[in-house]
């Protein structure tokens, strides 16, 4: 079983940045980013592809947030720039299960990590 840990969440002015990063137990396909914030549904956020060359992002990210890829560590990150207040949420961890490529839904992630908690204040 895949153990993901995510890092560097906290609190943030509205157009600042944080990178978040999670570290995997080993080697996996996709490894995406999802989020929650209280009372809402669980929304994808962007993946990558196993080589780190293929991304995927929401469009409420899209030009904000980079995906990023170490696979000789088994990590990813997620820079995240010119955040907003709605960018408030916990943001969670998840490795694809394979052959589903870069899919946005969250049927195709079979391990989740704990979740870091990012709060973006205006």
């Known amino acids: 079983q895949v153990q993901l840990v995510e890092s560097g969440g906290g609190l943030v002015q509205a157009g600042g940045s944080l990178r978040l990063s999670c570290a995997a137990s080993?080697?996996?396909?996709?490894l995406g980013w999802f989020r929650q914030a209280p009372g809402k549904e669980r929304e994808f956020v962007a993946t990558?592809?196993?080589?780190?060359?293929?991304?995927y992002y929401a469009d409420s990210v899209k030009g904000r947030f980079t995906i990023s890829r170490d696979s000789a560590k088994n990590t990813v990150h997620l820079q995240m720039n010119s955040l907003k207040p709605e960018d408030t949420a916990v943001y969670y961890c998840?490795?694809?299960?394979?052959?589903?490529?870069?899919?946005?839904?969250?049927?195709?992630?079979?391990?989740w990590g704990q979740g870091t908690q990012v709060t973006v204040s205006s």
């Open positions: 998840a490795a694809g299960s394979p052959g589903w490529g870069l899919n946005p839904q969250k049927e195709a992630y079979e391990y």
């Open positions: 080993e080697r996996t396909f996709s």
């Open positions: 990558i592809s196993w080589s780190g060359r293929g991304t």
